[in-house]
């Protein structure tokens, strides 16, 4: 069975308001897996934020970084100095992963795909959400929940996406279009384009990526009655 999209009725990974990534809807102790191989897995996600450090060009102050810590309670994966880190422990609700002193949008979408390294490691029928670089930019991958093409809720409208994009300051002159199984958001900012069970934002830049990613992170929770 390959990975699939999975619904997060916590609320959708983001990296806009520091790191937000909640576990999905699923009949899994997915802290108590966690636990069960933190020093595996953090051996795995070390290695895995060298790799964005170098594909997102963060900033690293120091031989000495990144370097991994293992706790009683989780993991923490420092960046530098003043004190920037990644962890990775229970926290309330679902959520499994925060930050501190994470001040870089490039920080924060290396926090956030290794969310995604960690969810997919735990749980192989997931698809998870993802950051990359792609044509010299920022490309976000969304996977909608398994059996949804595109956003069927009749919820999603121009006025809606107003709304949400006015709350990180976007341009609300925007566009929504609906049609051949193609869904079409496009303003000044960035385009996202949801279609074939994935919803990704492209084109937005700097500071905008992760305002993008809270904003889809929203869209995508309309799915939610869909499932």
Request: aromatic fraction near 12%; charge should be negative; proline fraction near 4%.
């Amino acid at each position: 069975m390959g990975r699939v999209g999975k619904f997060f009725s916590f609320g959708a990974p983001q990296f806009y308001n520091g790191l937000e990534y909640n576990w999905p809807d699923e009949k899994l102790d997915y802290n108590g897996l966690f636990m069960e191989r933190r020093d595996e897995l953090g051996d795995i996600l070390i290695e895995k934020l060298k790799q964005y450090i170098e594909e997102f060009d963060v900033f690293i102050s120091g031989s000495s970084y990144p370097y991994l810590q293992k706790g009683m309670k989780g993991l923490a994966l420092y960046l530098g100095d003043g004190g920037r880190w990644i962890e990775i422990w229970k926290m309330a609700g679902a959520g499994f992963l925060g930050c501190h002193n994470l001040d870089s949008y490039k920080e924060r979408a290396a926090g956030f795909n290794i969310g995604s390294d960690l969810l997919e490691r735990l749980d192989p029928t997931v698809l998870a959400p993802r950051v990359s670089i792609s044509e010299g930019g920022y490309l976000m991958r969304f996977p909608l929940p398994q059996g949804l093409d595109i956003i069927t809720n009749p919820l999603l409208t121009e006025e809606l996406v107003r709304r949400v994009y006015s709350l990180v300051d976007f341009n609300e002159e925007l566009r929504l279009t609906n049609g051949n199984g193609v869904q079409r958001i496009e303003n000044s900012n960035g385009v996202v384009v949801i279609q074939k069970g994935m919803c990704e934002g492209r084109d937005f830049k700097k500071w905008d990526v992760p305002k993008a990613s809270w904003a889809i992170s929203r869209l995508i929770s309309l799915c939610g009655e869909a499932v």
